[in-house]
């Protein structure tokens, strides 16, 4: 939608002057934050002066966007990336359920290049998704960052990636990262047991002026859900989660005193 936009020569502010859609509506849709009705998507086709089979086309995606479990599956290896890393620029609160990897926005170079290999990307593509990553990660560290909440289960800090050394690393870096004003970091531990969060993870996402977001990822598809009913089953999950996690003291003082992973 935005790359038909363009072509007829419109600004975000002209299409919301001429069919009365607030900016921050077509501007979300076309980032992906958000799906448009097939009727408003037909409206905006009808003043982007889009006719034939690619209204036929684009008419067929907007209804499949709005099919339950309709998954986006990315054209590019972790195409879905660039979605999400616009989707944190963004955000004023980020909320991180993470069981089974540390969260992209806490990995050290190291972890993150190990992984990368893991999934089977040649030299050359792991050096660019790295460099994604760490630009990714600016965004904590940006002036008004976003308030961001990491809850992980030990599991995630048990299993070694590359080896003992790189997990140390990881571990530091974390603690580090503790450190910072708007980073919150709570691990959950064996002793526990089961919990909730064993069977999803998730990322919602919060915004100061538009709906919150929720986002899923998988190997080579995400999916990205909008709106606050939605989004407060989330939360809940996320108290119960706290409830079940270490304090924020007590999660960073883990890594050094259990070092063997």
């Known amino acids: ?107 050290t170079v190291d972890y993150t290049r190990v992984i990368m290999l893991n999934v089977g990307h040649d030299a050359s593509t792991v050096r660019s998704r790295v460099e994604a990553r760490l630009l990714r990660q600016k965004v904590l560290a940006k002036p008004n960052a976003p308030r961001y909440l990491a809850i992980l289960d030990e599991m995630a800090l048990r299993r070694v990636a590359g080896s003992p050394v790189v997990m140390a ?32 993870s998730y990322v919602v996402m919060r915004f100061p002026n538009s709906e919150p977001a929720l986002y899923f990822e998988q190997f080579r598809s995400s999916l990205i859900v909008d709106g606050e009913r939605t989004v407060a089953f989330y939360d809940g999950l996320t108290e119960r989660l706290l409830q079940a996690a270490w304090s924020p003291v007590e999660s960073v003082r883990f890594p050094p005193a259990r070092r063997r992973v």
């Open 169 to 200: 690393a990881q571990m530091t870096h974390m603690i580090q990262m503790a450190g910072r004003p708007n980073v919150d970091i709570r691990i959950i531990p064996f002793a526990h047991g089961s919990h909730v969060g064993l069977d999803s």
């Open 1 to 107: 939608m935005k790359q038909r936009r363009l072509s007829a020569g419109f600004t975000l502010q002209e299409v919301a002057d001429a069919t009365g859609f607030h900016m921050s509506t077509l501007s979300r849709a076309e980032t992906g934050v958000r799906s448009l009705s097939p009727e408003d998507t037909a409206a905006l086709l009808a003043v982007y002066r889009v006719t034939g089979p690619d209204r036929t086309r684009i008419l067929q995606l907007s209804r499949q966007a709005h099919q339950v479990d309709w998954w986006e599956p990315s054209p590019r290896t972790f195409g879905h990336m660039d979605t999400l890393s616009h989707l944190e620029s963004m955000a004023s609160h980020i909320t991180h359920s993470a069981m089974l990897r540390i969260p992209g926005l806490l990995q």
